[in-house]
């Protein structure tokens, strides 16, 4: 089966150093979506992007949040700097707009 | 904005029961509805889907429900197996397909 890779998995990292989480979309899904989820506020969208182009950015804290696609198989989220409070689980998704869109596992960061 | 929330915190059903998890949607332009299933340290799994031109769609044990007019749609699971406890996401698109979730539904199978 096609699957979304995300990596790392895990991260534990101090506050105030640099994050990057990384997203293999499905190939040949154009959109693709950046998460968040916590126990208190659930799926939350980050961002999203549609054959590359970022549409939608708005869920993202943009002073510390960014993210990118540099290619077709790449997209990118980064937080610099990053705060305990940006601990939670960090989900990508990709699809084409019919049948759903397919999730990665995450990676569940933690900032102490 | 988009507001997609679940009426059940949590819904405790005896194997081999249906379940019926529901959820209500804020977005009167939203078009297009996904279920989610979410096992533990695993992410959203896709279920079923339905656009907003049907009011039903049934994949295998599961069925969708959907009714536009009170902004309403809901999962059934026949026979609900041990393997479906998970958390349960409704999930609707608004605004150029932009994707807002529920905020969950446990489920819990009893043997």
């Known amino acids: 089966d096609a699957r979304v890779t995300q990596t790392p998995r895990h991260k534990v990292t101090e506050m105030g150093q640099e994050v990057t989480m990384r997203c293999q979309p499905i190939l040949g899904h154009n959109t693709v979506f950046w998460y968040r989820q916590t126990m208190m506020q659930g799926l939350e969208l980050l961002a999203y992007f549609r054959n590359r182009a970022p549409l939608d950015d708005s869920g993202m804290p943009k002073d510390r949040f960014s993210a990118e696609m540099p290619d077709a198989t790449l997209a990118t989220l980064k937080i610099q700097p990053s705060e305990p409070r940006d601990s939670a689980v960090y989900f990508c998704?990709?699809?084409?707009?019919?049948?759903?869109?397919?999730f990665g596992s995450g990676t569940r960061l933690t900032v102490v | 904005g988009e507001s997609v929330g679940l009426h059940l915190p949590t819904l405790s059903v005896q194997e081999g029961d249906n379940s019926i998890i529901n959820c209500a949607y804020s977005?009167?332009?939203?078009?297009?509805f996904i279920w989610y299933k979410q096992e533990s340290g695993k992410g959203p799994q896709f279920i079923i889907d339905?656009?907003?031109?049907?009011d039903k769609r049934q994949g295998q044990r599961v069925t969708v429900l959907l009714n536009k007019t009170v902004k309403h749609l809901s999962l059934q699971i026949a026979a609900t197996q041990p393997g479906d406890s998970a958390v349960y996401f409704c999930a609707a698109t608004y605004g150029n397909n932009r994707l807002a979730f529920g905020k969950g539904n446990q489920v819990v199978v009893i043997p």
């Open positions: 977005n009167s332009a939203s078009d297009y």
């Open positions: 998704a990709s699809g084409t707009g019919v049948g759903g869109y397919t």
């Open positions: 339905i656009r907003s031109n049907m």
